[in-house]
């Protein structure tokens, strides 16, 4: 699976953004599809994960509320909704895929593939 994150870019404080994920070489469609984000000199740490259903999402509690991650299978696609951005936002985001269909894993060691990361800038 090759996936290509896409939509990041410099917004204000407060704005919004839409990350994609693009899936290729195979269906994500039994796939849990999760974002993980790495900000300068820290460690990458999960934002957002959805199951393969879309049934079940689960959210870091920096991003709780502000954030929403779906998926649309038929077009091999997953999505990051960002509002109400805040400049500790500020980090490159990576997709990852785990192919295990009955978890929903929320650290790094549980996603077998990644994209290369789009980058988020929040001015304040």
């Known amino acids: 699976v090759q996936l290509q994150a896409s939509g990041g870019g410099l917004v204000q404080a407060g704005g919004s953004l839409r990350l994609s994920c693009a899936a290729s070489?195979?269906?994500?469609?039994?796939?849990?599809m999760g974002w993980f984000r790495q900000a300068p000199g820290k460690e990458r740490e999960f934002v957002a994960a959805?199951?393969?259903?879309?049934?079940?999402?689960y959210y870091a509690d920096s991003v709780k509320g502000r954030f929403t991650i779906s998926r649309d299978n038929a077009k091999n696609t997953v999505y990051l909704q960002m509002n109400s951005l805040k400049p500790e936002d500020t980090a490159v985001y990576y997709c990852?895929?785990?192919?295990?269909?009955?978890?929903?894993?929320?650290?790094?060691?549980?996603?077998?593939?990644w994209g290369q990361g789009t980058l988020v800038t929040v001015s304040s």
């Open positions: 959805i199951g393969w259903s879309g049934v079940s999402t």
């Open positions: 070489g195979r269906s994500i469609g039994t796939y849990t």
């Open positions: 990852a895929a785990d192919n295990l269909r009955f978890r929903v894993g929320t650290t790094r060691e549980e996603y077998d593939y």
